[in-house]
């Protein structure tokens, strides 16, 4: 019966990928090779040595374990389309002609920016209501002024003797229908000061030149971002009359984007608003994406008997583009913990998973494990490691190859 034993790698003798040597030894002291079994595969050692070069060219990297909450992955396949909150579909608030457009499709623009200029006569009419209202506003605030200074007046005669009581309580009369004027008159400028800004907000463009003189025959009024983001769309010439009615800019902030899915009956239990996702498209292929779902509809499809999940992406870069199709992983905890390992530690020997684990420099134990589900990333241990051991995470390839090796040389 062959005994276990382990495998020692110096850089000296026979070649093993790197013209390193390699002897088969109890603790590392050599032996002749045990003869091989009548039946099954040659017993593998337990441990491998490496000289520190070998580990070094090998390019070993160890991380402890560690125990972190479970997920179950639901796949789908979905499509990317705009936050259809953050999407404007821009009309004038007045009928009139188009002055000049300051975008083109495609441009990113800020929010405020200057859009499009129009000549609107509603604009005009505004700009002469704010100017009589405001000369309305003066005139009825001298009045008031006026009133009051009579009042005053008439308080310090009929303190001397020289005015009735009466003619004091008509003078506070009218003081108070001069100053009842006046607010009425402010009310009406602050109304048409409104009514200008929603028909022209800015004054100035983004180079800060201005429109116009503020004159009351000015009808040009600027159109403006409402948030920033990419002008999709644009609707409107110069020079062409347009109606409050019509879309003249489409406007969409490409910097959150949603994605749209349909999910089984079955896989909606452990679905709700903030689930994790990721998310692969064609276009970059082995780059994941980060959202999570933002919504689940109230009713599935009663042919498909299917939901539609919605998922928010955040788009920093801008790689995500609109109508792209993607692969889709919703992340639904399973309410445990466990000990999981990166994908790169799991080998497969003899058809078990195997996974190495440092024991001290140059030295690596093999390691039968049991793995249970697949996680993002790695993959659930459930038997033969425990939390915080050092596990090879890079190069347990080559320490495979070498223990295969062993054996080759041993049963030749």
Known sequence: MTDRRGVVLGLAGLGVGLGAGYWLGQGGAPVAPPTPAASGPEPLPDVVELS????????????????RALQRRIRATGMIGYNDLRVAHITPLARGRVQAVEVSVGDQVAAGQRL??????????????????????????????AARTALQRAQE???????????????RADLARAEAAAATRAVE???????????????????GERLRDDSPADALGAILAPFPGTVMAINATPGEMVEPAREILTLADLSTLWAQAEVPERELGGIAAGTPVELTVPAFPGRSFSGQVSRVANELDARTGTARVRCELPNPEGLLRVNMFASMSLLIPLGREALVVPDG????????????????????????????????????????????EPVVVRGGFRLKSLLLRSRMAAED
């Open 52 to 67: 520190p070069e070998a580990e070094r060219n090998f390019g070993i990297g160890t991380e402890p374990v560690a125990s």
């Open 116 to 145: 499009l200029v129009l000549d609107a006569l509603e604009l005009a009419e505004a700009r002469y209501s704010l100017a009589t209202a405001e000369a309305g506003q003066r005139q009825a605030e001298a009045e008031a002024s």
């Open 157 to 171: 005669l009929v303190r001397g003797g020289a005015l009735a009581q009466s003619e004091v309580e008509r003078r």
């Open 189 to 207: 400028a602050t109304h048409w000061r409104e009514m200008l800004g929603r028909y022209s907000p800015t004054r100035t463009g983004g180079s």
């Open 345 to 388: 530690a799991v080998q497969t020997i003899d058809g078990r998973p195997v996974i190495f684990v440092a024991q001290g420099p140059q030295r690596y134990a093999r390691r039968d494990v049991a793995l249970g589900q697949a996680q993002p990333g790695g993959i659930e241990v459930t038997a033969g490691l425990a939390a915080g």
